[in-house]
């Protein structure tokens, strides 16, 4: 009798390596609640990809998917681990277990990623090793006790219409309860790490230190009127976020320490605890990302509460020949800081606290630096645990490794956010508006244009300071109706316009005009 196509077929077999595959991720996945986060071979696996990944594609990957490109690669990496699975099951067999040692081998890469993780130990393999061990039990089963069963009795011809049909079904619930096993695993062990891991609820009843130096109040002046801008101060759970960490870091304040050495006359250890000796200040303060395209988003305004990085870096003796802080995060990330930029009167601080609550945990909980005027690749390090005083000659940071500049300092910017790119208005009054910013040395004016006409100035809302962005408005009168064009730059307070160079994100901040269309109805 043939054999029947639903029983071992190609597509049964590429499912049962599916299934298996399932196996291996649950698996590893709940091991790996018992171990520190580098065991997590998924995270490890992607991280070792981003790590791997050109500069300029990872350029790309922000510009194109904004926040959502860490989902988009932990998607990726599934969907690549699955169709690997898919083609090695379909050269398993009993006696040439090939799909296996694919399996076998695509474990041994797992290990790989998981040991070249910061902090990783040889004990961190051993989630990978289960899951892959557990992976290939299953595709063996399958392969063994289902597979050449069905093939064997389609070779002789033995067996009747209704022994297949058991036959068929016993490997199809067999393939579907090991994806149902693989699935549960893999939720259950995601859900027990994020309980066993998370720090959410230790932020969330943490008490933030009252800062002896407040920031001066913000006047209501500085928000426009009339117009739908955003709002002065960015609600934490609105601010940007920009970084390679795929699994957010869980940091406890008890574990955090935050290491200083290098070009010092001391080596000194901070616990949590140690910062209560030193002065508490708030600043509010303007975050850039280098990603941020002409007209992006990618830029919050928030009030920082923290510890003055001079004063926490007096105690170690400060090399005069060092020149770059290279400070590291929990997760591996550096970011070279040049050091005079601690020191000129700027705001540099080991930050804690934001919008007057302890950090947001995918924010730095419980500590990262905030540095006025640089962007953010060059001074924003979250999660941190290590400053080294070097020099720019000795080392190099992680964004500088991939292609950007040494140094990053905020350039002179503009953006309209009212109107909308191709929003249609009506014929009447109605008003402009956007932001403006030049981080350490304020926005003095910003100029609207619109179509071909002269450049007009407009009103900008009250200075708080010259870290802070600016808010502005235009009024203006809609006659006739048609397409109309109004584009923006900004003056700084060094007399410096904004200039029309259209230049990339890469190596050190985008420049150029903002402009938008819309149309009068």
Not at 74 to 96: D, G, Q, W
Request: charged share 15%; proline share 7%.
């Amino acid at each position: 009798m043939a054999q029947s196509p639903s029983r071992s077929s190609p597509n049964a077999r590429m499912l049962g390596g599916i299934a298996a595959a399932a196996v291996s991720l649950g698996v590893a996945q709940v091991a790996g609640v018992f171990f520190p986060a580098p065991a997590d071979p998924r995270n490890a696996v992607g991280s070792a990809i981003v790590d791997l990944t050109p500069g300029p594609v990872k350029e790309l990957a922000i510009q194109a998917l904004g926040g959502l490109d860490k989902l988009f690669l932990a998607v990726a990496v599934l969907v690549v681990i699955a169709a690997a699975a898919a083609i090695a099951a379909t050269y398993e067999s009993p006696r040439r277990p090939i799909g296996s040692a694919v399996f076998v081998v695509a474990g041994l890469l797992g290990c790989a990623a998981v040991i070249s993780r910061p902090g990783a130990t040889a004990a961190d393999i051993i989630p990978t090793v289960a899951g892959t061990a557990c992976g290939v039990a299953a595709l063996r089963l399958l392969a063994v006790r289902l597979w050449s069963h069905t093939e064997a009795d389609a070779e002789v011809g033995s067996g009747d219409d209704h022994e297949e049909v058991d036959d068929s079904r016993r490997m199809w619930l067999a393939t579907a309860g090991l994806l149902g096993f693989g699935a549960a695993t893999g939720l259950l062990g995601f859900l027990a790490t994020r309980v066993v891991h998370s720090v959410a609820a230790e932020r969330d009843t943490s008490a933030l230190p009252t800062p002896r130096l407040p920031a001066p109040p913000i006047p209501p002046e500085v928000q426009p009127k009339n117009v739908a801008l955003p709002s002065f101060v960015t609600d934490a759970a609105d601010f940007y976020r920009v970084d390679i960490a795929l699994s957010v870091p869980q940091l406890s304040r008890q574990d955090w320490r935050l290491r200083i050495h290098g070009m010092v006359d001391r080596e000194i250890t901070y616990s949590f605890a140690d910062l209560d000796r030193f002065e508490v200040v708030e600043k509010v303060v303007t975050l850039t990302c280098v990603s941020n395209p002409v007209g992006g988003d990618l830029i919050s305004n928030g009030v920082w509460t923290g510890y003055r990085l001079t004063d926490l870096l007096a105690a170690a003796g400060v090399s005069p020949d060092a020149d770059m802080l290279l400070s590291t995060s929990v997760d591996g990330f550096t970011v070279g800081t040049p050091v005079e930029t601690l020191h000129d009167g700027r705001d540099a601080l080991l930050a804690v606290g934001l919008n007057g609550q302890p950090l947001p945990v995918e924010h730095g909980y419980p500590a990262r630096l905030v540095i006025a005027g640089l962007y953010g690749y060059v001074s924003a390090t979250k999660w941190v645990t290590d400053l080294e005083l070097t020099r720019f000659d000795r080392a190099e940071a992680y964004w500088t490794k991939q292609g950007w500049a040494p140094r990053g300092p905020i350039k002179t910017e503009s953006r309209i956010d009212v109107p909308r790119n191709g929003q249609r208005l009506p014929v009447g009054p109605t008003t402009f508006g956007g932001v403006a910013w030049a981080q350490n040395r304020g926005v003095r004016a910003v100029e609207v244009r619109i179509d071909d006409g002269p450049w007009q100035p407009a009103q900008l809302g009250a200075a708080y300071s010259g870290q802070t962005w600016r808010l502005w408005s235009f009024p203006w009168h809609a006659v006739d109706a048609g397409d109309h064009t109004i584009t923006v730059r900004a003056t700084d307070n060094t007399g410096t316009v904004q200039t029309s160079d259209q230049v990339p994100t890469v190596p050190d901040g985008a420049t150029g005009w903002h402009a938008v269309n819309f149309t009068v109805v």
